[in-house]
Nanobody
Framework: QVQLVESGGGLVQPGGSLRLSCAASGNIFRIDGMGWYRQALGKQRELVAVIIGGGSTRYADSVKGRFTISRDNAKNTVYLQMNSLKPEDTAVYSC?????????????WGQGTQVTVSS
């Protein structure tokens, strides 16, 4: 099993910044991808950003230029730096990590962390 622990959410004013962290632990042989998703109240979950393979990244159009995803391979940790936050960024943010464990593949989700952007 692979467990994920998220941290870094909270309340921030519009224009502010937050950094989310997600650390993976457990029976990990190889991590193939790490990503962040969010779900606002009454809406479907959506992809925010993902980092895969050798470091390729992909972002939702709504966060391009404001959010940056990065990872620390030694710590099996993925980060989401969120700048210039807007009220519409308010949501529960969850990380997803997938790859190869021992002996099978895995796709694990974090518990979710609330991000609220409000004045």
């Amino acid at each position: 099993q692979v467990q994920l622990v998220e941290s870094g959410g909270g309340l921030v004013q519009p224009g502010g910044s937050l950094r989310l962290s997600c650390a993976a632990s457990g029976n990990i042989f190889r991590i193939d991808g790490m990503g962040w998703y969010r779900q606002a109240l009454g809406k479907q979950r959506e992809l925010v950003a993902v980092i895969i393979g050798g470091g390729s990244t992909r972002y939702a159009d709504s966060v391009k230029g404001r959010f940056t995803i990065s990872r620390d391979n030694a710590k099996n940790t993925v980060y989401l730096q969120m700048n210039s936050l807007k009220p519409e960024d308010t949501a529960v943010y969850s990380c997803n990590v997938y790859g190869i464990g021992n002996p099978t593949s895995f796709s694990s989700w974090g518990q979710g962390t609330q991000v609220t952007v409000s004045s």
